[in-house]
């Protein structure tokens, strides 16, 4: 029995867990005094459970060329959007680059592409990173068991796949063409995840996409179905929005800065050891306000397209229209944000550095946390006797 089992069962009316109903009842329209107090109560529990750190984390984009359509999503197949594929080596020095910011946690994201992103190539980039960077995370195509087998054994701890939506028949909508399309494949991705050996697994939404409350209910259901099931991995959360991208998506459903800020303490309050993420899609002022209420993780001086700290990957930079490449009658500028840089995933809202972040968390009085992970920590085999 996997999680599609429980949420089928879940959207054919079976009874909520006592969790979910808490949580449940605290999705439901609130006053300000109501919020209010939520806010304070996440805030309590937050410090309780973490103290006041906040680690930090930034995304490498090594591959923006993908085979699938997904409607929302700037690097679907059919937009004719700048793309290209950073080698290891400029994968290296993009790190390189972050690691110089202070950032000891990199995650790797990819569009969904055989041909690019396969054959030993994830697990080289892992590889040539894995001395230097101590966290190593990946957000790219749900893989078998075996393949996540060879990320964990090549330096990845981290998985991240969001169900994008858990409203199968909205899923359908918006994924027309490539393995994406396959919603129950990709719903128990974290349990092969889990499997293949990694030690932090996050999940999440992505809202916009179908009723706030109907997938914040259901990414609970499945946060509580993994923490039964795959218990010897930790847990984050993230409910990134949509922003403006490539395409022009216009989202069905609108979830308000209130809501969002109502869902991230109800999750804080019903699952007290989940970690939260927090991305630079939301806007300053609202990063500042929700930093100390729940939020565990967050991104900080965010690029979304290959390349985008130091200009690498330019030399290949082309087009694709309906998925078939088309080189560029001009050269284009190796440089980072240029107009002739690789297409972004989306834009970035909060565009501060990691230092003015760092600066200001501790201004709050937060702590941020750059490393909180080394491999020495692992105990090492014994000799065996002779």
């Not at 879940?10 to 806010?39: H, I, K, R, V, Y």
């Not at 790219?140 to 969001?162: H, I, K, N, R, S």
């Not at 218990?231 to 308000?256: D, H, Q, V, Y």
């Not at 560029?328 to 107009?339: G, H, N, R, Y």
Request: glycine fraction near 8%.
């Amino acid at each position: 029995m996997s999680f599609v089992d429980h949420l089928n069962a879940l959207d054919a009316g079976e009874p909520l867990s006592p969790t979910l109903s808490a949580f449940q009842e605290m999705l439901q329209p609130a006053s300000p005094a109501e919020l209010e107090s939520l806010a304070r109560r996440s805030l309590t529990a937050t410090r309780k459970q973490f103290g006041r750190t906040m680690r930090l984390f930034a995304p490498i984009y090594v591959s923006n060329e993908c085979v699938n359509n997904c409607s929302y999503c700037g690097f679907s197949r059919d937009n004719p959007i700048l793309r290209t594929t950073l080698t290891v080596e400029q994968v290296v020095k993009e790190a390189r680059f972050l690691a110089a910011k202070g950032f000891r946690h990199i995650l790797l994201v990819a569009g969904e592409h055989p041909k690019f992103v396969s054959d030993g190539y994830l697990e080289e980039c892992l590889e040539a990173l894995r001395e230097s960077v101590p966290t190593l995370a990946i957000e790219v195509g749900p893989m078998e068991t075996p393949e996540y087998q060879g990320m964990v054994q090549a330096g990845c701890e981290g998985l991240v796949v969001y169900q994008e939506t858990y409203h199968r028949g909205a899923y359908g909508d918006y994924h027309t063409a490539g393995p994406k399309k396959n919603f129950d494949w990709r719903i128990d991705c974290p349990e092969r995840g889990y499997d293949g050996g990694f030690r932090r697994i996050g999940v999440g939404a992505l809202m916009g996409l179908a009723d706030w409350r109907y997938d914040a209910l259901r990414l609970a259901a499945h946060l509580e179905y993994l923490y039964r099931t795959c218990w010897k991995a930790s847990f984050t959360i993230s409910l990134p929005r949509l922003r403006p991208a490539a395409g022009s998506f216009k989202p069905k459903f609108e979830m308000t800065d209130r809501e969002f800020v109502q869902t991230l303490c109800a999750f804080r309050l019903c699952f007290p050891q989940v970690g939260i993420v927090l991305s630079t899609r939301e806007s300053v002022s609202l990063r500042n306000a929700i930093f100390p209420l729940g939020v565990t993780t967050i991104s900080a001086g965010s690029h979304t397209e290959p390349g985008g700290y130091t200009g690498e990957g330019a030399d290949d930079i082309h087009l694709t229209v309906k998925g078939r490449r088309v080189e560029l009658e001009t050269p284009v500028d190796k440089k980072p944000c240029s107009e002739t840089a690789a297409t972004g995933q989306f834009d970035i809202a909060d565009e501060r550095t990691p230092e003015e972040i760092a600066a200001y968390l501790r201004s709050i009085g937060l702590e941020p946390v750059w490393k909180d992970w080394d491999s020495s920590i692992l105990p090492t085999p014994l000799p065996q006797s002779s």
